[in-house]
């Protein structure tokens, strides 16, 4: 499929492999100019994300070629320019900070910089009185909240400045694997941020302060995210040009073994080999994988569930949907008090610096059979 009218010569060339999510987005860097994939159907929307027709069940393994250059912005932009009317404290708060500034970079790094230095990135944010928008009680209350509040507040400032703004939403970040060369992108990756348009293009921009750092991985886990990789990657997904270029050994992180000499094998031999292998990598995954803990399994479990079961009382969910637009809805159903400590457990388990205790794990959990 070609995505955008720009050659692949100079394109970064990404191999992917995606857990199944709820989600019916194509994932890759910066824009993705074009990308092989094993689908009938994709399409794009005006902002140029990627989707597929329908959401897969299963993991999805494609090559994306993406452009990193900023992209042109088209003529209709008008939407990008929609200022709410009762907003009228932040665009008095925007004039004030972008005063004796002309050009849109300037304004457009001011209020970035003034974000990211002037408050606190926390999970931990408390429900504002009925009285107050949430984004205001942001800016002027609390000054306390996560990227869904930074990039919100940056995209409406920008509006009210004359700037063309959107909210992106995604992953950032990620960790390399020592053991296959590949970049880890988590759950706790999800990340919101800004785009602008300057000088007739999107430029990027994140207000978003640094947040905590997670506790590292430990070896044995990360071995274990590169067997199941290999699993995946060459017999799950096992093509004829992998049939030729079959793995000999597997080399744990501590024990160097040498490389075996290549054997010659034909006919049946070779698929009695094959699955012979194919099952050794299969016990030592599972074997490994009782001894991991999974930190995000039941809470983002129990908060599909909840998503879904809000979507059947008919709020407005779609696969974009933030934590930030599921507490509204459930509000709008009359389930707001503990929706919101719902999403806040959730987000603390997801995005938090540590696990929950077993009491918060009762609550999350009691609280989701409840709601439903």
Known sequence: FVILPVSLDNAIVQKIFIEPID??????????AGIEIDLRAMFTDGAGAVFAQEKSPKRLAYTA??????????????????????????????DEITKNLNTGIEKASKIENYLKTNYKYSLKTSPPT???????NFLFNSKTGYCEHYATAMAIMLRHAGIPSRIVTGFAGGERNKYGGYIIVRQSDAHSWVEAVI?????????????PQLKMPSLISLYIDY??????????????????NLISYIS???VKI?????IRIDGLKAIFYIFLIAGFIAITIFLLSRIKIRRYGFVTA?????????????????????????TKEASRLGMSEKAFEFIRLYEMARFGEKELSSDQKERYKSINKNLR
């Open 23 to 32: 989600s019916d987005v194509i994932f890759g860097l910066g824009s993705i």
């Open 65 to 94: 070629y993406s452009v990193l250059e900023e992209q042109p912005a088209s003529d209709n932009i008008s939407d990008y320019l929609q200022f709410p009317s009762n907003l009228k404290k932040i665009g008095e708060f925007t």
């Open 130 to 136: 009925a009285s107050i928008n949430l984004i205001e």
């Open 199 to 211: 000088d007739g293009k999107w430029k990027r921009f994140d207000p978003t302060p640094p947040a």
């Open 227 to 244: 067997l199941r990789l290999k699993w995946y990657r060459y017999v799950v997904n096992f093509s004829s040009s992998d049939q030729k």
């Open 252 to 254: 744990m992180p501590f």
């Open 258 to 262: 040498p490389k075996m000499p290549e």
């Open 302 to 326: 129990d908060y599909m569930r909840f998503r879904r079961y809000l979507k059947r009382k008919g709020a407005k969910i779609t696969t974009s949907s933030t934590p930030s637009d599921i």
